[in-house]
């Protein structure tokens, strides 16, 4: 649909419309102002956050559900529920999408679940995480608004994600990181060709750095995938739960477990679902979204636990780097989802995230990074307290690959040295 577009208030191109197929404006999660569609991403009324409102009333639903799954092996087979022109699907852009939801009976009896385990395995995008499905979404947003640089500040995967649809898009990057990063992710973020800029602070400091440059000339015609684009890009985490309902037969599970690091991907899922309620693609049924944090950085657990209604930044010390956000922006919406859902969030230790990603690549052949560790260790641990009902179907997810964060099992290695005789392979007890 075609809109004007919103004041321009943050350093973007002027643009006099966009065409983003069923989206239709702004809306203000507090309190319901609306907006035009644009590069803003904070109420001008109470400065609450910004998302995506849709038209989704001339759909059909036998009619949308046969248009879904004729469509592409990627995330543009739900295009007519996202954000984006009609043709996207035919501009350059990375195709991410339609992972594998891997049914984890080897795991499941580990844990002692009955009713069905499955991991949904975002590994297997194109730059190895999940990021890369919301960057598609900004990406998207930053044609339509004609922005020319594409940037964000990062915890490591995002930047990869960034550097690698600027490069195939044909757009200049730049991307802001901790310094600290594992040098994996610096490594993968630095191969695009963009430019990578580490700060001498944690990710939240990098992330209000990010929002000032938006307010200043140096930043403009840039879009901020996670700033000033973040309404778009948070609509990405939307299509991990159009998948898992449609490989699970056009079913909701039960049960689903997400990491939490904004908490934006927990949210998201959640409108997902919702949506495809409304639409009719599901039935409708109960569902409980459980929340998986690092004990090291835990602040919507903590609130969680205590009963708050508010999250109380912390300073991360975790392994779990790609979840060391102390402030998460979604943190309330996410206690918002948990108590409604009859969920829960919870977290583990740093020992338990390593032994977590052990036991997932053990059993079922998938080799987490340290926030898939996170997922699988909450669940362990949510099944051993009694939280999380074994007899029900269950999703975990994993958002990326283990060779992202190989120093987590670094003590990982050769079972035993041998010569290479028959000899020596018996004396090593390995016959």
């Not at 940037?151 to 757009?171: D, H, I």
């Not at 610096?186 to 580490?198: H, K």
């Not at 690092?294 to 930044?313: F, I, L, T």
């Not at 912390?314 to 996410?334: E, F, H, M, R, W």
Request: aromatic residues 6%.
């Amino acid at each position: 649909m075609a809109v004007q577009t919103a004041a321009n208030t943050t350093n973007s191109p002027a643009t006099t419309s966009v065409d983003l197929g069923p989206a239709t404006a702004l809306s203000c999660r507090e309190c319901g102002h609306r907006v035009p569609l644009g590069p803003v991403f904070a109420c001008e009324e109470c400065f609450g956050p910004l998302e995506i409102a849709y038209d989704f009333s001339a759909y059909e639903t036998e009619e949308l559900r046969k248009r879904i799954e004729s469509g592409p092996a990627n995330i543009w087979r739900y295009a007519p529920l996202l954000p984006v022109p009609a043709d996207v699907a035919g501009k350059p852009n990375l195709n991410p999408g339609w992972t594998a939801l891997v049914k984890a009976d080897n795991l499941a009896r580990e844990l002692g679940v009955t009713g069905g385990l499955y991991v949904k395995d975002d590994s297997g995008n194109p730059t190895h995480s999940f990021k890369d499905r919301v960057v598609a979404q900004a990406l998207e947003a930053a044609r339509a608004f004609g922005f020319t640089t594409l940037s964000c500040s990062s915890t490591g995967n995002l930047a990869g994600a960034v550097g690698a649809a600027a490069a195939r898009a044909g757009f200049r990057s730049c991307v802001f990181i901790p310094h600290d990063l594992e040098q994996g992710k610096v490594v993968m973020a630095a191969v695009y060709g963009g430019e990578l800029v580490g700060i001498d602070g944690n990710y939240d400091d990098v992330n209000r750095f990010c929002s000032e440059l938006i307010g200043d000339p140096a930043g403009e015609g840039w879009g901020f995938v996670n700033v000033n684009l973040r309404p778009y890009y948070a609509e990405g985490s939307k299509t991990l739960a159009y998948e898992i309902c449609e490989q699970l037969g056009w079913q909701l599970p039960d049960q689903i477990v997400v990491p939490i690091a904004s908490g934006s991907q927990l949210t998201k899922i959640d409108k997902g679902l919702q949506e495809l309620i409304k639409l009719g693609l599901v039935e409708d049924k109960p569902y409980k979204i459980f929340g998986a944090q690092a004990e090291g950085c835990s602040p919507v657990s903590v609130a969680y636990k205590a009963g708050h209604d508010v999250v109380r930044p912390q300073k991360p010390n975790t392994i779990a780097k790609s979840l060391a956000i102390g402030n998460p922006a979604d943190g309330p919406y996410v206690l918002d989802i948990a108590r409604r859902t009859g969920g829960a969030v919870e977290d583990v230790t740093d020992e338990q995230v390593v032994d977590a990603i052990r036991l997932l690549a053990r059993t079922e052949g998938i080799f987490a990074e340290t926030a898939g560790g996170v997922t699988v260790g909450v669940t362990k641990k949510l099944i051993e307290t009694g939280v999380l009902d074994p007899a029900l179907t269950t999703v975990v997810l994993n958002t990326g690959d283990g060779l992202k964060t190989l120093d987590a099992v670094a003590g990982t290695g050769l079972s035993a040295t041998i010569r290479p005789n028959l000899e020596s392979f018996r004396e090593a007890g390995l016959a």
